[in-house]
């Protein structure tokens, strides 16, 4: 979990720390943020980002392929997904991502940024899956597969007014 949040260009800080649990302060220049990262099971995180800044460093350290769900709830979102392409998540909106080469640098163009994560690493949580949900057939590699999300750096965002693919 000390992985989740980067420490290049900004003040970051690790609150606390107990079971599962990890709740990190970020700072810079344009203000501050709280992460709030919980490990569910093996292969599965969930983190909550409250974030009053206009930009920060944060997720993934390796290119490993990841399935994420992420629900803006407040603000908007956006980074770089990949060559050329750019990502982005507003207030009421739920993206679907493969997390393959994407920037850990975040643009918060409303200065503030509400939100949470699922994060599904597809090796560890096929693992793990069966043995918490017993029965429950599918797998973040089958989504993956499903919204065409398995070999590039892509995204499928969408809301109640409708959908869009970013690759």
Not at 66 to 71: A, D, K, P, Q, S
Not at 106 to 125: C, I, K, M, N
Not at 138 to 161: D, E, K, N, Q, W
Request: hydrophobic share 35%; aromatic share 6%; net charge negative.
């Amino acid at each position: 979990m000390r992985d989740a949040i980067q420490q290049e260009e900004q003040n970051t800080m690790l609150l606390a720390e107990s079971d599962g649990c990890a709740v990190w302060q970020l700072r810079n220049e344009t203000g501050e943020g709280t992460v709030t990262c919980y490990t569910i099971f093996p292969g599965v995180e969930l983190r909550f980002r409250d974030l009053h800044m206009t930009h920060c460093v944060c997720g993934k350290t390796d290119d490993r392929m990841r399935l994420t769900i992420e629900h803006c709830r407040e603000g908007r979102m956006t980074y770089a997904l990949g060559e050329g392409a750019f990502s982005y998540v507003s207030a009421g909106e739920m993206k679907l991502e493969n997390g393959a080469s994407c920037s850990q640098k975040l643009d918060l163009p409303s200065g503030h940024y509400h939100g949470l994560v699922v994060t599904l690493d597809p090796e560890q949580a096929s693992r793990s899956l069966p043995n918490v949900m017993a029965g429950f057939s599918v797998t973040p590699a089958a989504i993956l597969r499903r919204f065409a999300l398995m070999h590039s750096a892509s995204a499928l965002c969408g809301s109640a007014h409708g959908r869009r693919w970013i690759a």
